[in-house]
């Protein structure tokens, strides 16, 4: 997943339905001898509004929560969608221009207090390691960077078979990433973690070799393929959102004779196009463990 010098700003165009870290505050500075809990958090996706629905098909979202003692202050941090997750994995195709519109970005959002209902209810909220306030103020610059580099999301990830050691064309990037990401941050840093089973959401296509299409200047472009172009749009239309019940049907049908029946996918990844080779058995939602971290310091007395 590539990495950006700067986040650029968003365009008014891309609405959320609920606004993107509605109490969001800066990471504060914590006293270097301050000891801080780390803990492990994770709810079914839109808990508040669909309760465990998902969770039973295992589609979770992740977070990490921090309490320092010193203060007795909770924090929770997580990364996700600005505009919500369909933005982020289909674009729209707006009238007058050539080009699909994507409303793609992501970032951390991090603000006081851990709700502690909503990770218990459904989910998990365990301690995992703890940490010195020096720890935490290192992995907040990290933090920082790595919010304003890696700037958009992506939900799919994309192998060449459902083997566990199969070629990964493209990794997806979306919360449960930065989760781990920050993780292995805090062990670099010298955090120990407890020997816990962690478990973390992918959505996975299958595909033979992706063929590299283009970018959407030479795509789209004045000196464009207009064939490739019109293709591309064909494949996103049917993603719109639905007005009425029916209308959903009939691109449900458009959609699977597409990536199924003629095993077709195209991908926009890094800001580029690319065409999948759809193979059986097309997609799955796997809830797959990832341990977590060993760090690679011998200091902090590791």
Same mark, same amino acid.
């Given at each position: 997943?590539?990495?950006?010098?700067?986040?650029p700003?968003?365009?008014?165009y891309?609405?959320?339905?609920?606004t993107?870290?509605p109490?969001? !505050?800066a990471?504060?500075v914590?006293?270097?001898e301050?000891?801080?809990e780390?803990?492990?958090?994770?709810?079914p996706v839109?808990?508040?509004k669909?309760g465990?629905l998902?969770?039973?098909?295992k589609?979770?979202?992740?977070?990490?929560?921090?309490?320092? !003692?010193?203060?007795?202050?909770?924090?929770?941090?997580?990364w996700?969608e600005l505009?919500?997750?369909?933005n982020?994995?289909?674009?729209?195709?707006?009238p007058?221009?050539?080009?699909?519109?994507?409303c793609?970005?992501?970032?951390?959002c991090?603000?006081?207090?851990?709700?502690?209902?909503?990770?218990?209810e459904?989910g998990?909220?365990?301690?995992?390691?703890?940490?010195?306030?020096?720890?935490?103020?290192?992995m907040?610059?990290?933090?920082?960077?790595?919010n304003?580099?890696?700037?958009?999301?992506?939900?799919?990830?994309v192998?060449?078979?459902?083997?566990?050691?199969?070629?990964?064309?493209?990794?997806?990037?979306?919360?449960?990433?930065?989760?781990?990401?920050?993780?292995?941050?805090?062990?670099?840093?010298?955090?120990?973690?407890?020997?816990?089973?962690t478990?973390?959401?992918?959505?996975?296509?299958?595909?033979?070799?992706?063929?590299?299409?283009?970018n959407?200047t030479?795509?789209f472009?004045?000196?464009?393929?207009?064939?490739?172009?019109?293709?591309i749009?064909?494949?996103?239309?049917?993603?719109?959102?639905?007005r009425?019940?029916?209308e959903?049907?009939?691109d449900?049908?458009k959609?699977?004779?597409c990536v199924?029946?003629?095993?077709?996918?195209?991908?926009?990844?890094n800001?580029?196009?690319?065409?999948?080779?759809?193979?059986f058995?097309?997609?799955?939602?796997?809830?797959e463990?990832?341990?977590?971290p060993i760090?690679s310091?011998?200091s902090?007395g590791?």
């Open positions: 997943h590539r990495r950006f010098d700067y986040r700003k968003t365009d008014p891309c609405q959320a339905r609920y993107f870290c109490t969001g !505050s990471i504060p914590m006293k270097e301050d000891v801080i780390v803990y492990r958090l994770q709810a839109w808990e508040f669909y465990d998902l969770g039973h098909l589609i979770m979202h992740d977070a990490v929560g921090f309490k320092s !003692s010193l203060t007795g202050k909770n924090y929770t941090m997580e996700y505009f919500q997750l369909g982020c994995t289909f674009p729209h195709l707006r007058g221009m050539d080009a699909p519109f994507w793609n970005q992501g970032a951390a991090f603000y006081e207090g851990i709700d502690d209902a909503h990770w218990k459904n998990t909220l365990v301690l995992v390691t703890t940490i010195s306030g020096t720890m935490f103020n290192e907040a610059k990290w933090v920082k960077y790595d304003e580099t890696g700037i958009y999301y992506e939900t799919w990830t192998q060449a078979s459902p083997d566990k050691h199969s070629i990964v064309w493209f990794d997806s990037y979306e919360c449960s990433k930065f989760i781990l990401r920050t993780y292995q941050k805090l062990a670099d840093l010298g955090a120990v973690f407890k020997k816990i089973q478990n973390y959401t992918s959505i996975i296509l299958f595909s033979g070799e992706p063929i590299y299409l283009g959407e030479s795509i472009g004045p000196l464009g393929n207009k064939t490739l172009a019109a293709a749009k064909d494949f996103y239309y049917p993603f719109k959102p639905h009425t019940v029916r959903f049907f009939v449900l049908l959609i699977i004779d199924i029946l003629n095993r077709q996918f195209y991908l926009f990844y800001l580029e196009y690319w065409f999948l080779p759809m193979k058995p097309y997609l799955k939602i796997i809830y463990e990832v341990p977590l760090g310091k011998t902090f590791v």
